[in-house]
């Protein structure tokens, strides 16, 4: 499986940016594809899941402003990232997991500054 990353950029604190994520090559019916996110100095951690049946996890830091979603025909997951922080600046990474393994994409940063 293949992922390619694209949407992130620079914005000012309270704006917003959509991250974009098309998967291709061998994909399985079932599977699970997300955001994560490294900050300088940090773990890559979760921001947000979504599985191809329409459930949805996020980390608590982003609820109520970051929004998954999927287009199960194009094999694409989006983030749409409103009211932007300083603190969420860091590579963003695609992942997409599936019963034969886990994949990712190459990381677009989203810088938050004004």
């Known amino acids: 499986v293949q992922l390619q990353a694209s949407g992130g950029g620079l914005v000012q604190p309270g704006g917003s940016l959509r991250l974009s994520c098309v998967a291709s090559g061998s994909i399985f019916s079932t599977n699970v594809m997300g955001w994560y996110r490294q900050a300088p100095g940090k773990q890559r951690e979760l921001v947000a899941a979504?599985?191809?049946?329409?459930?949805?996890d996020y980390a608590g830091s982003v609820k109520g402003r970051f929004t998954i979603s999927r287009d199960n025909a194009k094999n694409t997951v989006y983030l749409q990232m409103n009211s932007l922080k300083p603190e969420d600046t860091a590579v963003y990474y695609c992942?997409?997991?599936?019963?034969?393994?886990?994949?990712w994409g190459q990381g677009t940063q989203v810088t938050v500054s004004s």
């Open positions: 979504a599985g191809n049946g329409g459930n949805t």
């Open positions: 992942n997409h997991a599936q019963r034969d393994g886990v994949y």
